[in-house]
């Protein structure tokens, strides 16, 4: 007689499947890349230590250098992954880190967080506030553990940005560093939400024609990864949901919301963007959507034109080219 297969109890089609022995398995980001010198661009990368505890830890790029002890712009990273999979250590990652990095010319740390649904949220915000925290003791007239961000980072040139997952992390960071008593040592000169993952219970433009098996899937995703607080109007992945922070507070100066025209969150990053706009928070923001593509698009091919302008764009804004005037 052969064996029953085991039963499954959540599944998302290509990125994860949760048995109901409690087995987890990721369909995807499960590769490993070691960091090294990229022969194409020059960027050197290597692998960090940050909190020993929780086995938190980092990918570190370094741009090819024209000069010695040259400051640049520090961008930390968060990978998407709908908070279940993904790494900075995988190809796709570590190849488009060290795509902008080569071309904006920045230092960046790509924060490996902890993933659900074994860690679920807050686990990730936690280990992006003390990726954070860590980096912030390089600052100042005190030298950090890290000699890269100690010889090579301009503080008051500090970014966060992320993809979809990692973009929620980033607005979670952003508006938890406006906060009077947060405590960082270093200012956030500027946020990229890259086709960020909010949702919420009620559909909004083209959600409303979304397949009703995909919608559901989205729908039980934020449950999934966040079981102490399940509704889709958590504030968390809801930022404009009643009883939400105040956008005015996000704790920054400068916003990059990049979206694409097929993505099923395309909406909620415009609609993130006409809130921030009315919100009466004073700084500078912009918003990129890339036509006729998809979620995530760029990391499937990173020499197509429109991964290589969306990428030139991300560049000017880490360089402070090109921005609007302030709203």
């Known amino acids: 007689m052969e064996p029953s297969k085991p039963e499954i109890a959540y599944e998302f089609p290509g990125m994860l499947r949760i048995y109901k022995d409690g087995r987890v398995e990721r369909l995807m980001g499960t590769d490993f890349v070691p960091a090294s010198t990229d022969l194409k661009t020059g960027v050197m990368s290597k692998d960090i230590k940050i909190l020993s505890e929780f086995d938190l830890s980092a990918r570190l790029f370094l741009p090819k250098l024209t000069k010695p002890n040259q400051k640049l712009p520090l961008v930390i990273y968060f990978h998407g992954g709908g908070f279940c999979v993904g790494s900075p250590f995988t190809s796709r990652y570590n190849s488009y880190l060290n795509a902008i990095v080569a071309e904006a010319n920045i230092v960046a740390v790509s924060v490996s967080y902890r993933l659900a ?5 807050p686990a990730a915000y936690e280990d992006a506030r003390a990726a954070l925290q860590w980096i912030g003791s390089h600052c100042g007239n005190v ?5 890269w961000l100690n010889e090579h980072v301009d503080f008051e ?3 966060l940005a992320g993809l979809s997952a990692g973009a929620n992390i980033v607005h979670n960071l952003a508006i938890a560093a406006g906060e009077v008593n947060f405590g960082l040592k270093v200012g956030i000169l500027g946020v990229v939400l890259e086709h960020p993952y909010f949702w919420g219970s009620n559909p909004i433009g083209s959600e409303a024609h979304l397949d009703l098996n995909m919608k559901a899937l989205v729908d039980r995703l934020w449950p999934l990864v966040c079981p102490y607080s399940p509704d889709n109007d958590d504030p968390q992945v809801n930022p404009v949901a009643k009883g939400a922070p105040s956008l ?24 993130y963007y006409e809130a921030l706009g009315r ?9 990129k959507e890339t036509e006729g593509e998809d979620h995530a698009f760029y990391l499937n091919d ?17 360089n402070n080219k090109d921005m609007p005037t302030l709203i």
């Open 143 to 147: 030298s950090g553990p890290e000699a």
């Open 157 to 159: 040139r500090v970014f």
């Open 248 to 271: 005015v507070g996000l704790g920054c100066k400068r916003v990059l919301v990049c979206v694409a025209e097929k993505d099923m969150l395309r909406d909620r990053g415009w609609l």
């Open 302 to 318: 990173l020499e197509s034109e429109k991964a290589k302008d969306l990428i030139k764009h991300l560049a000017a804004f880490y």
């Open 117 to 121: 649904p074994e860690n679920p949220l």
């Open 279 to 287: 919100s009466g928070w004073k700084g500078s923001l912009e918003i």
